[in-house]
Structure formats: C-alpha cells, structure tokens
C-alpha cells in the first residue's frame, strides 16, 4: 500500500472530496486544482455535517471559544516518495485565517501519528498552509515561483490551483 493510501485508509470517506474544486460557498469562491504530476487526495472539512456526525466534527472537545477550529480543505499529495499535507483555508474578506491553518496543521500531525500507530511506520510530512482570499483574479496571470513566510504560509494569487507547484 502506498504511503497516500495509508493516509486515506485512516480518514473517513465522507470528506474525501468528489471534486476537484476548492469552494467557499458564502463568497461565491470557486478555484480549480490541477492534479498533474502528483498523486492527491482532497478533503474537505468545510462540510455540512448529517445527523449521524452526533457532537459535531470534534465530539469530544469542549465548546471552548477557539478549541473546533479547522482549516476547509487539506489536500495529501505524493510527489518521489514525499508526503505533503497542504492545508488550506478560504476566506471572504480581510480576517485571519492562520487559526484555523494552524489548527490543520495539529490535524495533520495527529493523522501521520495514527497512521504510523496503525501501520508500525514511521512516515513524515512536509506541511503547508495557504491562505486563498476573495479578490478578482485576472484572466490570465503569470506562474510565479511559490514561496512561504517563515511560518511556511504561502497567500494563493492564481486562477488555478496547481498541486504539484506547492510540493517543493
């Protein structure tokens, strides 16, 4: 089993994403990823939940201000042996995203660490978090070289989201 797969088989189904579009429904944000030249998964976390998700994404939390944060989407990707977890959040207008990109970041720790539990591995993951804004993007922009604050946070500027240009 690949290390991807191992990745898969510990997370539930129901938030793999069907599509390959990242969304935030209350601004109207619409961004297509570009899956070539990488193996990805898609998950989406910003998801109505149905009633058997009894307590919600994090039952066992407290109601706390800031304890159920979550980023709205972490795409897995494999690129020559390396495992990459993107952590992503979309927002309509100016407010912060680093709480909810660094509470993905905890996600994804503890998901590599249940993953090396169960399978007796001992895998590891480049993390990064970026941040996608509301702003009208020109028709055609130019490919720009991604780069990363020191917090390995990256603000996406671009038409599209091209996977594999994130896992370097």
């Known amino acids: 089993m690949s290390n991807l797969a191992l990745i898969d088989n510990v997370l539930n189904s129901d938030f793999k994403s069907k599509y390959n579009t990242l969304t935030e429904a209350s601004a109207q944000m619409s961004i297509d990823c570009i899956t070539e030249n990488c193996q990805s998964f898609i998950y989406n976390f910003d998801i109505q939940l149905n009633k058997s998700f009894n307590g919600g994404f994090f039952p066992f939390f407290s109601n706390s201000k800031g304890v159920k944060k979550r980023c709205d989407y972490i795409i897995f990707s494999e690129l020559n042996n390396q495992l990459f977890a993107l952590i992503i ?12 990109l660094n509470a993905g970041e905890c996600f994804v720790d503890y998901v590599i660490d249940t993953v090396n539990r169960v399978n007796k591995t001992s895998l590891t993951i480049e993390k990064r978090k970026i941040s996608i804004r509301e702003f009208e993007r020109k028709k055609k ?15 996406f500027e671009q038409n599209k989201f091209r996977i594999a240009s994130y896992l370097k």
């Open 89 to 100: 959040e979309l927002k309509a207008g100016q407010q912060g995203a680093m709480a909810q």
């Open 141 to 155: 922009t130019k490919l720009k070289e991604i780069e990363y604050d020191q917090n390995n946070h990256h603000f």
